[in-house]
């Protein structure tokens, strides 16, 4: 099932989201259409407060590979930092260059509930960040600079 996303200021995106206590088959269905609509929507990553829920849960879609991450938490960051191109399904048509760390590791659980502990960089860590960001009710524009932010005020304004 496709699910409408939410798109920014709707306040629910600035709720920091709950730990999920039990993997039931509420919380299975709706990864299976948060992964459904960010394939439709031809996105890369899509956060369940997107979709109206404010529960910690992400899924990702990089081409063959979908994956579901719940309760994520980044245990570290590297010093390196670069620079990259981010858009956000809660704000079409906005893409703004934000500059995280490069590479992150991360412990999260599976839909089983098994836990995965892994290292990631380049688009993969990037997308991780930007999803990580919006279970505390964070976005992308928060992540720019204040100089950037004035810049952009009437970009943003444009476009929402
Ligand atoms: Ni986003």
């Known amino acids: 099932m496709i699910l409408k996303i939410i798109k920014y200021p709707n306040p629910i995106l600035r709720k920091k ?3 999920i206590e039990i993997i039931d088959r509420k919380i299975k269905k709706l990864a299976q259409d948060m992964l459904e609509t960010l ?6 990553g899509l956060a369940a407060p997107q979709v109206g829920e404010s529960i910690s849960l992400f899924v990702l879609n990089f081409g063959e590979k979908s994956l579901v991450f719940i309760n994520p938490e ?9 620079v990259l191109e981010e858009g956000c399904l ?4 906005l893409f703004l260059k934000i500059k995280r760390p490069k590479e992150i590791e991360i412990k999260a659980l599976d839909l089983n509930g098994q836990e995965i502990k892994r ?3 380049g688009l993969d860590a990037r997308v991780i960040q930007h999803e990580i960001d919006h279970l505390n009710g964070i976005l992308f524009i ?3 600079s204040w100089l950037e932010k004035l810049k952009l005020k009437k970009k943003i304004a444009a476009v929402v």
Request: proline share 4%; glycine share 8%.
């Open 74 to 82: 980044i245990i570290k960051k590297s010093k390196k930092k670069e």
């Open 142 to 144: 928060d992540r720019l």
């Open 119 to 121: 290292k990631f960089n």
């Open 39 to 44: 394939k439709s929507a031809q996105g890369l």
């Open 90 to 93: 809660s704000f079409p048509g």
């Open 17 to 19: 989201s709950k730990k």
